[in-house]
């Protein structure tokens, strides 16, 4: 199976390279909101006009508004360097690629997908670019990357990049370091067969509860630099706005939300490769984690578990390898269903309860471990010939 996987690297430029890569994201920026600017400039007439319609103050509408047109305006980039000679310094396929960017962004938009796009601020905290392989532009050699401008750029080479290199995105973090991401076409094996199936119940107190009885504690990661990361802030709020000590101090943060960051992310992908590899149907509930998050109390420690980016990680493996997810309605009351008869405990939606006994089959229950058993019940019933699984 043909798949697009992208292989994330830490890059070591010279000082050199440095300004380059900061002159290219500029540029890139200026290109991006500039045609973005043009496109809402269209927008905003044919509402106009369109208002004037309705009012009575025109009879029709004859001007109509066009789709952002990508050819017309990647032609139009030699136009722009006639007049912005600093364009001409960069990469020109990565000036390309922010046409293109613009493109899907107003599609998304017109197909009412996504809001409609805004400028970018040089004041993001994540800074980049992105340019594509073209004629072996963008190639390995030992333990240095080729890149488009930049030449050779030594990297921290990790592990091998397999199969057809499509494009590199250059970015740079708040905490200073520079990293490279690889998108490659990759053809991925199915993993064999286990004829498992698990339940996963997602949580605060524990992480994940499945239904074999494993249960991933909650690390806590940003609970346990909660306090240095405040005691940082405040230093930091102190600090005269772009003098040289607020810049050290505000590195020095970004590192500490770098680390939790990857700690995070590490726990996320260890236990979501268990999953697919040791189980070929994975029973998940559909949480509407938007809507938790109203929830003022929980709010902090509903973000900090991640589950929406959990879950999207247990997906995207499991159509790579060959496994299937089951998500289980949100309206099924996993929790309240006795596993052993099925009768439904309503007593059990005070979350405080961690544990109760069914008042017909007398079976005692541990609240999560019940549930992610629930979910694994489901997903077998809603999965389609998948009675003999166990």
């Not at 997906?315 to 309605?329: I, L, P, S």
């Not at 439904?344 to 019940?370: F, S």
């Amino acid at each position: 199976m043909l798949v697009k996987k992208a292989y994330k690297f830490r890059i070591y430029p010279t000082k050199k390279q440095e300004v380059l890569i900061a002159k290219t994201i500029g540029c890139c920026r200026f290109v991006y909101n500039f045609f973005v600017g043009k496109q809402k400039e269209q927008d905003a007439y044919w509402h106009t006009v369109h208002e004037m319609v309705q009012k009575g103050q025109l009879p029709q509408n004859n001007w109509r508004g066009k789709f952002f047109d990508k050819n017309k305006s990647i032609k139009a980039i030699r136009d722009l360097k006639a007049h912005y000679a600093f364009l001409k310094e960069v990469d020109s396929i990565a000036l390309q690629k922010s046409v293109e960017i613009v493109n899907d962004a107003y599609k998304r938009y017109y197909k009412k997908q996504n809001n409609e796009p805004c400028f970018k601020s040089k004041k993001n905290p994540v800074q980049s670019y992105t340019t594509k392989h073209v004629n072996g532009n963008i190639a390995i050699r030992d333990k240095h990357l080729k890149l488009p401008k930049l030449g050779l750029v030594r990297f921290a080479k990790s592990r091998e990049v397999h199969g057809r290199i499509i494009n590199a995105t250059i970015r740079r973090n708040p905490s200073g370091k520079y990293f490279v991401s690889i998108l490659a076409e990759v053809d991925v094996l199915p993993l064999p067969k286990t004829g498992s199936s698990v339940g996963v119940d997602v949580g605060l107190k524990d992480f994940a509860t499945l239904s074999d009885g494993t249960v991933y504690e909650n690390p806590t990661f940003f609970r346990r630099l909660e306090e240095k990361l405040a005691r940082a802030q405040r230093v930091l709020s102190r600090r005269k706005v772009d003098s040289s000590n607020w810049h050290k101090q505000r590195v020095k943060i970004a590192k500490t939300h770098e680390k939790i960051t990857n700690a995070r992310k590490d726990m996320l992908h260890k236990i979501s490769t268990h999953l697919v590899k040791n189980h070929d149907i994975i029973g998940m509930e559909d949480l509407a984690v938007k809507n938790m998050l109203q929830n003022g109390r929980l709010a902090k420690a509903i973000s900090e578990v991640s589950w929406a980016q959990f879950r999207v990680m247990v997906e995207y493996k499991a159509t790579w390898y060959g496994k299937q997810v089951v998500t289980v309605a949100k309206n099924f009351a996993s929790s309240q269903l006795c596993s052993n008869c099925g009768h439904q405990h309503k007593d059990v939606k005070d979350l405080a309860l961690r544990e109760w006994t069914c008042p017909i089959c007398k079976c005692h229950h541990h609240r999560d471990l019940n549930a992610s058993i629930n979910l694994r019940n489901e997903a077998l019933r809603l999965t389609a010939g998948t009675a003999g699984i166990a």
